[in-house]
T-cell receptor, first 112, second 115 residues
Framework: GQNIDQPTEMTATEGAIVQINCTYQ??????LFWYQQHAGEAPTFLSY????GLEEKGRFSSFLSRSKGYSYLLLKELQMKDSASYLC?????????????FGTGTKLQVIP | DTAVSQTPKYLVTQMGNDKSIKCEQN?????MYWYKQDSKKFLKIMFS???????INETVPNRFSPKSPDKAHLNLHINSLELGDSAVYFC??????????????FGSGTRLTVV
């Protein structure tokens, strides 16, 4: 099984930087995803990490430490449209097949 | 072109009814999923099919029955609907799970309300 923890809510100011943390416990780890979900919409894929280190994609970066069971999503130059829930999801081997389990999400509010 | 489309978008029905939600993907993906997102926004996997074969079947009441006529379609049938079934149901697809780095593509969701 998996245990994925991330803060429930965060607030940050437009133009600032925010870091959303995710910790997990799992066996057979095979990758970590970050998804963005605006209210009333479907989740959309943001990033994927399977090796330790930082993956950068424009204003968004994601970091992974496998030994610590830890990841973060870094959002720079925050915009109002970044207000959304951010879901950490872990893929592992479970019962002979790969499965992706989502955390409960962090609701980010960007304020002017 | 809609990559993952599911219908209907909204579904309001009475307790005890039977309903179906349909999902189709035109991405050529091998694997499709049904997820349930409850009022607390927790996204929980229900089923997964890989090339029409059921590979994930989480602890879900057997009132829920998925059907995959081909790898581009995965439908969800729910019998004897209960109030607790009210949620948003998301269909998703992904490339072969053995290929790293592929995220899921989600459909727009079906908001089911049981009254």
């Amino acid at each position: 099984g998996q245990n994925i923890d991330q803060p429930t809510e965060m607030t940050a100011t437009e133009g600032a930087i925010v870091q959303i943390n995710c910790t997990y416990q799992t066996s057979g780890f095979n990758g970590l995803f970050w998804y963005q979900q605006h209210a009333g919409e479907a989740p959309t894929f943001l990033s994927y990490n399977v090796l330790d280190g930082l993956e950068e994609k424009g204003r968004f970066s994601s970091f992974l430490s496998r030994s610590k069971g830890y990841s973060y999503l870094l959002l720079k130059e925050l915009q109002m449209k970044d207000s959304a829930s951010y879901l950490c999801a872990v893929r592992d081997y479970s019962g002979g097949y790969q499965k992706v389990t989502f955390g409960t999400g962090t609701k980010l509010q960007v304020i002017p | 072109d809609t990559a993952v489309s599911q219908t209907p978008k909204y579904l309001v029905t009475q307790m005890g009814n039977d309903k179906s939600i349909k999902c189709e993907q035109n991405l050529g993906h091998d694997t499709m999923y049904w997820y349930k997102q409850d009022s607390k926004k927790f996204l929980k996997i229900m089923f997964s099919y890989n090339n029409k074969e059921l590979i994930i079947n989480e602890t879900v009441p057997n009132r829920f029955s998925p059907k995959s006529p081909d790898k581009a379609h995965l439908n969800l049938h729910i019998n004897s609907l209960e109030l607790g079934d009210s949620a948003v149901y998301f269909c998703a697809s992904s490339q072969d799970l053995r290929q790293p780095g592929y995220g899921y593509t989600f459909g727009s969701g079906t908001r089911l309300t049981v009254v």
